[in-house]
């Protein structure tokens, strides 16, 4: 009698996938001395995203990277850097959790998943998004960070990647895009705009 066959990954409905997903997302937390209570999706677009909630009350976020965004080899420098950055205190950046191995980005295969996929485990910042209607107190706050985030110089032996376009100016989905204006008030907006342009000048002198 013939058995039926899974359906491939790809002709899979986002609920469908999520569902492989958390299953690899389990098998990756069991290289974790962690005992899990909990595991809840926050995000499937780019990467999937998982919350893991433990026993003892711990939180941590779980990515599962898509193939192709970013190498293994990639994501590791980039713990790298994330733990260079947990010494400073002000800066708030998560601190990378390795497996019981010592590796900070196990790369994790499962059925029904067509590829492994490299995974990341850090323990949780708490707050709540505002990407949907930022202040001008939160636009400073960002300013005021991102010069703090400026100031921790990266390893010299790290291939990071590098960005060529001012982050926030393209598209309704920047920062500095879309419906934003309003929020922020349009005098600060046409400023904020006016320093990323000045900010875009001097990215491409030094891509040039």
């Known amino acids: 009698m013939a058995t039926s066959q899974p359906r491939p990954f790809g002709d899979l409905t986002p609920i469908g996938q999520t569902r492989r997903l958390r ?4 098998d990756a937390l069991a290289h974790y001395p962690l005992d899990v209570a909990r ?4 995000g499937h677009d780019n990467n999937a995203v998982f919350r893991v909630d433990t026993t003892d ?7 599962v990277a898509r193939p192709g965004n970013r190498t293994p080899g990639a994501m590791r420098a980039e713990a790298r850097w994330l733990g260079e950055l ?3 205190a002000d800066l708030g950046a998560p ?5 019981r191995g010592g590796e900070t980005v196990p790369v994790v295969a499962a059925a029904g998943v067509p590829e492994p996929r490299a995974c990341l485990l850090m323990t949780w910042v708490p707050g709540r998004m ?11 706050a960002l300013g005021a ?7 921790v110089q990266a390893p010299t032996d790290l291939a990071l990647p590098t960005m060529s376009r001012v982050v926030g100016t393209e598209g309704d989905h920047g920062l500095l895009g ?5 929020a922020v008030g349009e005098p600060l907006h046409t400023l904020l705009l006016q320093a990323a342009e000045r900010a875009q000048a001097i990215v491409d002198r030094l891509h040039g």
Do not use: C, N, S, Y
């Open 86 to 88: 947990a010494h400073r």
């Open 178 to 182: 879309g419906g934003h204006g309003e």
């Open 39 to 42: 595991l809840t999706l926050l």
């Open 57 to 63: 009350g711990q939180r941590f976020a779980l990515r």
């Open 23 to 26: 299953r690899l997302a389990r």
């Open 145 to 151: 960070l991102l010069a703090r985030l400026h100031e």
């Open 95 to 99: 601190r990378i959790v390795a497996t």
């Open 130 to 140: 505002l990407d949907e209607r930022p202040t001008a107190g939160h636009v400073h």
